[in-house]
């Protein structure tokens, strides 16, 4: 929160500005870049989709997708560039979801059997059935 | 924070003209330097978006519960939700990221009308992005495939009228006019919108009131990009629409339907009608062979290569082949609706109100709750279009653009999830 914190990152701003200025802009090189490694891994993701991994299959979607929501994060969100302190609340929330997630989970498998049989009957199709 | 905007509200149409560190009108009173009112306001938003992060996290521990429990359902499932357009949407939000990003630029290097500009596309990628979402959820809607309380989705009639509606699902003749009909009211509200800025546009125009009829223009764009998107949804749907092929695939390489029906068999068995077939493939598997197959001694063979996961082709071959031999020996009365032989009846397993709808029920709260966010972000982006209009931002000032930006980039990153969660599971 300090003023004084902009002084050492001098190297982003391309403009020019005058000694004041904490604008970082990001270069339009690496803006389309990344939007461009985004939709690269989004032609990535559809494909595998095609693929029959198996049990690997959740695990190398969702590898994908945290390449992208990194690079978003990353570059986009400037948080490569950005204050620690932004990082590590936004990551905080991360380790709380974790926790949130893995805990509920072990508790519904582990209680699943007691669960109520979810197996029924298609709705009819016709007056005659 | 809002603050700093109410603030400056009076004064900011001559906000960028005062370089100096004194008191700009764009500086709240309370903030020592541009900075610190600009680092005070990005942790705000930081903040905001964790809480939006636990938000979503519930529902996606929802969905890992249910997926968990119920694998196949969400193979089953998934099948319905055309992934061209799921594709097209992941491409138009991440362009729209690019605008957004962009557009955090030119607010910085004080690049007035590239910054409209840039928030107009990103509006208009909004818009597009809810145009073929409506596409989507209309054509589901008719088609039944809604949570378990309404579910009424039958493969052997996937499109049913308003009549059958009220016939058969016992809707009210309302509910049924809507359901089949319900992309003229996802429409209504935008067209509604689309019309009302046309006329604010003219009006504008008419009374010569400059700023106005500036901010109209970008936004009747924006309103129009909604049915640009209807457009675009309406011709990869109709063009992506194969339920039935996908169903073969799944008959074949998903050992959980015959599973099923070995295990309920007795139960299916008793019952007669058009349950008591999925039983008898089942018991057909053991006695293959006995009746001469058209594939003659090769059979063994494609058997063996079709025991390969990857070999799908060869899987549905063996699966119609076995479902041929028990028709010959007699063992099965086929039921006229099911004819077409284990492409409705093995996958129909998971097709019920209580698997099925309950995939849709997360569905529609995910991408549901997803939309709203987007709703919010053209509400935000809106007012930011009209500020940037106005010419609010500067080099020192440019927060606001950077916030929604990261909110903007937020409900992306949470689509980035979605997507192969919701449309990409084999």
């Given at each position: 929160?300090?003023?004084?914190?902009?002084?050492?990152?001098?190297?982003?701003?391309?403009?020019?500005?005058?000694?004041?200025?904490?604008?970082?802009?990001?270069?339009?090189?690496?803006?389309?870049?990344?939007?461009?490694?985004?939709?690269?891994?989004?032609?990535?993701?559809?494909?595998?989709?095609?693929?029959?991994?198996?049990?690997?299959?959740?695990?190398?979607?969702?590898?994908?997708?945290?390449?992208?929501?990194?690079?978003?994060?990353l570059f986009f969100m400037?948080?490569?560039?950005?204050?620690?302190?932004?990082?590590?609340?936004?990551?905080?929330?991360?380790?709380?979801?974790?926790?949130?997630?893995?805990?509920?989970?072990?508790?519904?498998?582990?209680?699943?059997?007691?669960?109520?049989?979810?197996?029924?009957?298609?709705?009819?199709?016709?007056?005659?059935? | 924070m809002a603050t700093i905007d109410s603030v400056s509200s009076e004064t900011d149409a001559h906000a960028h003209d005062s370089h100096g560190h004194d008191h700009p009108s764009w500086l709240a009173h309370h903030f020592d330097t541009p900075e610190q009112q600009f680092d005070s306001g990005k942790l705000g938003i930081w903040l905001f978006l964790v809480t939006e992060v636990l938000f979503f996290s519930g529902m996606f521990c929802a969905y890992a519960i249910f997926r968990m429990l119920r694998p196949e359902v969400f193979v089953g499932c998934s099948e319905f939700l055309n992934t061209k357009l799921g594709a097209i949407n992941t491409g138009v939000l991440l362009f729209s990221s690019l605008t957004m990003a962009w557009a955090v630029r030119c607010s910085q290097t004080e690049e007035h009308k590239k910054l409209v500009a840039l928030i107009a596309t990103t509006l208009s990628c909004a818009m597009v992005f809810l145009g073929v979402k409506s596409i989507e959820y209309s054509h589901k809607w008719g088609m039944g495939l809604l949570p378990p309380g309404s579910y009424f989705y039958n493969a052997a009639n996937e499109h049913p009228t308003q009549e059958q509606l009220v016939e058969l699902h016992g809707f009210s003749d309302s509910m049924a006019y809507f359901l089949t009909h319900s992309l003229y009211f996802l429409c209504a509200p935008f067209a509604l919108i689309a019309a009302g800025v046309l006329v604010w546009l003219i009006?504008?125009?008419?009374t010569g009131k400059d700023f106005q009829y500036a901010c109209a223009k970008p936004l009747l764009v924006v309103a129009l990009s909604f049915f640009g998107?209807?457009?675009?949804?309406?011709?990869?749907?109709?063009?992506?629409?194969?339920?039935?092929?996908?169903?073969?695939?799944?008959?074949?390489?998903h050992g959980h339907g015959e599973e099923h029906a070995e295990g309920d068999h007795d139960d299916h068995a008793h019952e007669g009608g058009d349950h008591s077939h999925e039983g008898e493939v089942a018991d057909a598997e053991g006695t293959v062979g006995v009746v001469e197959s058209p594939l003659g001694e090769d059979y063994a063979a494609v058997e063996l290569l079709a025991e390969n996961e990857t070999n799908t082709g060869l899987k549905d071959l063996v699966a119609a082949e076995?479902?041929?031999?028990?028709l010959a020996k007699g063992q099965v009365v086929a039921d006229p609706a099911a004819s077409d032989l284990g492409i409705s009846t093995l996958?129909?397993?998971?097709?019920?109100?209580?698997q099925a709808g309950v995939f849709f029920g997360i569905y529609y709260c995910m991408t549901g709750v997803h939309a709203i966010h987007i709703l919010a972000g053209i509400g935000v982006l809106v007012w930011l279009l009209i500020r940037a209009i106005r010419q609010d931002f500067n080099r020192q000032y440019f927060g606001p653009v950077d916030y929604v930006g990261l909110y903007w980039h937020l409900v992306d990153l949470i689509w980035i999830y979605l997507f192969p969660l919701l449309y990409l599971i084999r």
């Open positions: 929160m300090s003023a004084h914190g902009h002084s050492t990152d001098d190297a982003h701003s391309h403009d020019g500005h005058a000694e004041g200025d904490f604008a970082h802009p990001m270069p339009m090189g690496m803006l389309f870049s990344v939007f461009f490694a985004l939709v690269f891994l989004t032609v990535v993701t559809v494909a595998q989709s095609n693929y029959n991994l198996g049990s690997f299959d959740i695990a190398v979607v969702m590898f994908i997708a945290t390449i992208k929501a990194l690079l978003v994060g400037h948080l490569a560039f950005d204050k620690p302190f932004n990082l590590i609340v936004f990551l905080s929330s991360f380790v709380f979801v974790g926790l949130f997630v893995v805990i509920t989970l072990s508790d519904a498998k582990m209680t699943a059997p007691s669960f109520e049989n979810i197996t029924d009957e298609p709705p009819v199709a016709s007056a005659e059935l | 009006i504008a125009k008419v998107g209807v457009g675009l949804g309406t011709i990869l749907e109709s063009g992506g629409e194969h339920h039935g092929e996908g169903h073969v695939a799944m008959a074949g390489d076995k479902a041929q031999q028990s996958d129909g397993e998971v097709n019920t109100p209580k």
